[in-house]
Nanobody, 125 residues
Framework: QVLLVESGGGLVQAGGSLRLSCAASGRTFSRNVMGWFRQAPGKEREFVAA???????YYTDSVKGRFTISRDNAKNTVYLQMNSLKPEDTAVYYC???????????????????WGQGTQVTVSS
């Protein structure tokens, strides 16, 4: 059984930082694109960041320069370092894995086959 388990969410003041982790089990994702998405109340799930097998990254414009995605293949884990957090970053954050052999990062949630349960991030003003 493949599982993605997120951790590291919480409540933080604006300007603060959080580091999310996503630990995968059941298979290795070292050669797969891994991504982070988020969903705020009343809004659709949106792409945040992703990392490919070579360590190439892509970010949505609103988080560029503030968030950093990374991966540790030895631990089968992907991270999202979030700095300079804003109230509009408040959402449930989901880790996702693209099980295909594609080298390319997709921004669409439908391209990702495995999802974590989500972790709440709340940024107070």
């Amino acid at each position: 059984q493949v599982l993605l388990v997120e951790s590291g969410g919480g409540l933080v003041q604006a300007g603060g930082s959080l580091r999310l982790s996503c630990a995968a089990s059941g298979r290795t994702f070292s050669r797969n694109v891994m991504g982070w998405f988020r969903q705020a109340p009343g809004k659709e799930r949106e792409f945040v960041a992703a990392i490919d097998r070579s360590g190439g990254t892509y970010y949505t414009d609103s988080v560029k320069g503030r968030f950093t995605i990374s991966r540790d293949n030895a631990k089968n884990t992907v991270y999202l370092q979030m700095n300079s957090l804003k109230p509009e970053d408040t959402a449930v954050y989901y880790c996702a894995a693209d099980s295909s052999a594609s080298k390319f990062i997709s921004l669409g949630a439908h391209e990702y086959d495995y999802w974590g349960q989500g972790t709440q991030v709340t940024v107070s003003s």
